[in-house]
């Protein structure tokens, strides 16, 4: 059922299966789990991806980190985790992405300064 939750403790238990992961047991617990990851927990999927995939442009040099581009994938991607953290805040995680958009916002307000 969309939006029950899974316990996944299991999945990391030592007395099962040993922790292995790959472990049909526990395959079958990773995929209830995405099964039921809701509209919001997509959102959070998305929103991190779109970090992550902005921090590996800028790593492997595509990307200038002083561009709109990784900037706008920043603020994007942390306001979609924002969204996903609505109905289940954690006040970490809300900080972190906070503090994120803010610096991608500071950083486009200064690239728009400078034209």
Same mark, same amino acid.
């Given at each position: ?13 030592? /007395? ?5 992961? %790959?472990?049909?047991?526990?395959? +079958? @617990? ?23 995939? +902005? ?7 595509? &990307?200038? +980190?002083?561009?709109?581009? %990784? @900037?706008?994938?920043?603020? &994007? ?12 805040? @954690?006040?970490? +995680? ?19 300064? /400078?034209?």
């Amino acid at each position: 059922m969309p939006g029950q939750r899974v316990n996944l403790a299991a999945i990391d238990n030592p /007395k099962n299966s040993g922790g292995d992961l %790959f472990n049909p047991e526990n395959l +079958a @617990n990773i995929a209830a789990m995405i099964a039921n990851l809701t509209f919001l927990d997509w959102l959070g999927v998305v929103g991190s991806l779109m970090v992550a995939g +902005a921090y590996l442009a800028v790593s492997r040099g595509r &990307v200038s +980190a002083e561009n709109p581009p %990784f @900037n706008i994938l920043n603020l &994007v991607g942390a306001v979609l985790i924002l969204g996903s953290l609505y109905f289940r805040p @954690n006040a970490g +995680a809300i900080l972190m992405e906070l503090l994120w958009a803010m610096i991608a916002i500071y950083a486009l307000i200064r690239w728009v300064a /400078k034209r």
